[in-house]
């Protein structure tokens, strides 16, 4: 390892890093900017030439940043995979994506390690850091590299290594979120970490390459379960009549044992609706139930549905009904701030609302074209975000706040739209004329005939 080791001190190694998207552009930048050489490979050619004329197509890296390293020649990008023999360790982060059974699919890991084989060398390091299944470093990743007769541990390293970025969160990023690794064998993890202390600033060794993957899929789980477990207690207080965000309040003032979630529309994103099926994947191998992931999977998967009845009841009390009413989406992206809409629910709900015969136009300046609805089957597309002017507020029977950007202004909203539905309770301290209907009711909007009884 010495003349590795060397060259990952002294920062004459380059690194690479496969799929520049969310996760691997992020990653690259923090490479380069830590003074390695950095290759970026992906196989779309538009995201190449971007990265090389100096733009960002990720919302969280800046053009400026991309370009200064660029021009520093401390970052490039190409799809000749020929070129990762250049590098002294290799970062893969291609998609993980679940086949329409929801079992994994590693077809993008599998190709990414082919390239990796063809140009496999002694002391190179190899560093798996998309989202998977306990065992997939090992058992899909290793028989491949050592198909040449390289010996993990002794020739080249192996490790798995948890991307944990939180797209549009403004404290904790790339760098100074804390990275947990992972190796084949002692000697990978000690590899793997020589190189992650000089570009994270807090690095984790675990004890095994699956303990690193377990930790990866366990933390998404846990939010998942906990968003559910949130998403039921809106659905209880609607019941009750409480407002679930008091209650919520309320509850994160415990010092101690309490972890606040808030309820919303549904899961979205690349990770949280899609993570713990790896892992009851897994376990369905070794005859296991993932209970508490099966149920919380139920709940949040309901949600959309639970949406579009409360704008369906929000309309037949202003004396309308869904069919023929006029229904403006505010914000599809799967959470605020984000340009991302894969698995969002704001298509699901979308969809749902159009089979009600609902006309649905949606405004998202961060979205501003639908063109792929990951099979929600919503129809119209491609679809485009329409401006948000007053008039267009005004002539809505109802606009329903999916991702609550930021930028928009809510009071303005709030004077001119008739009726809003909103999922994210961002509205509970602006004033204006607008009735507003929450995922629960509040105390002061309700109905006093309700059944409090199931029905
Ligand atoms: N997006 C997130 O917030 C996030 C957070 C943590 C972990 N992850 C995980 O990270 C991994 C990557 O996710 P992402 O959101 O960055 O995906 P993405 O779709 O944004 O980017 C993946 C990139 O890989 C490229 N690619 C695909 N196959 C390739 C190949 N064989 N060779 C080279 N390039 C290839 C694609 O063209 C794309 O540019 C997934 O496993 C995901 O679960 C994502």
Not at 135 to 146: A, C, M, Q, S, Y
Not at 304 to 333: E, F, T
Request: glycine residues 8%; charged residues 25%.
């Amino acid at each position: 390892m010495g003349d590795w080791l060397n060259s990952i001190e002294d920062r004459t190694a380059t690194v690479g890093v496969i799929g520049l998207g969310y996760v691997g552009l992020p990653l690259a930048v923090e490479f380069a900017r830590s003074g390695y050489r950095t290759i970026g490979f992906d196989v779309r050619a538009d995201v190449v030439e971007g990265i090389l004329a100096g733009q960002s197509h990720i919302l969280d890296v800046s053009s400026e940043r991309v370009r200064a390293f660029v021009g520093e020649g401390l970052l490039t990008a190409t799809t000749d995979m020929s070129r990762l023999g250049e590098c002294a360790a290799i970062a893969i982060c291609v998609p993980t994506p679940l086949s329409k059974t929801k079992d994994p699919d590693l077809s993008y890991v599998a190709s990414a390690t082919r390239g990796v084989l063809a140009s496999l060398r002694p002391g190179q390091l190899v560093i798996l850091e998309s989202t998977t299944y306990p065992g997939t470093t090992r058992d899909v990743l290793l028989p491949v590299l050592e198909e040449m007769g390289l010996q993990v541990g002794r020739d080249f390293y192996l490790c798995f290594s948890p991307e944990r970025v939180d797209p549009g969160n403004k404290v904790w990023h790339t760098k100074n979120t804390p990275k947990v690794i992972g190796g084949v064998t002692p000697e990978c993890t000690m590899a793997g970490e020589a190189l992650y202390s000089r570009v994270f600033d807090t690095v984790v060794p675990v004890e095994s390459v699956e303990a690193a993957e377990l930790v990866k899929v366990y933390e998404n789980t846990f939010r998942m379960i906990n968003i559910a477990l949130v998403n039921e207690l809106a659905q209880m207080c609607d019941r009750l009549g409480v407002d679930v965000w008091g209650v919520l309040e309320a509850a994160a003032t415990k010092p101690f044992g309490f972890m606040k979630f808030t309820p919303g529309p549904g899961l979205g994103g690349h990770c949280i609706p899609l993570d713990p099926h790896y892992l009851t994947w897994k376990m369905k191998t070794l005859s296991f139930k993932t209970r508490m992931i099966t149920v919380a999977d139920e709940i949040n998967a309901e949600m959309p549905a639970y949406v579009v009845r409360k704008v369906a009841d929000a309309l037949n009390d202003s004396s309308r009904s869904a069919r023929g009413s006029r229904v403006l989406i505010l914000g599809i992206a799967y959470k605020k701030d984000v340009s991302d809409v894969r698995e969002s629910p704001a298509l699901d709900i979308m969809r749902q609302l159009q089979e009600k015969g609902v006309v649905v136009t949606y405004h998202d300046s961060l979205c501003p074209v639908i063109e792929d609805d990951g099979h929600t089957l919503l129809s119209g597309l491609p679809m485009r975000s329409v401006e948000l002017t007053d008039e267009v507020l005004a002539e809505s029977d109802a606009v329903v706040i999916i991702a609550d950007h930021t930028h928009i202004d809510y009071g303005r909203v709030m004077n001119v739209a008739k009726l809003i539905v909103d999922t994210r309770g961002i509205l509970r301290e602006v004033p204006g004329s607008a009735r507003v209907v929450g995922l629960s009711s509040s105390a002061a909007e309700r109905h006093p005939a309700r059944p409090m009884a199931a029905d």
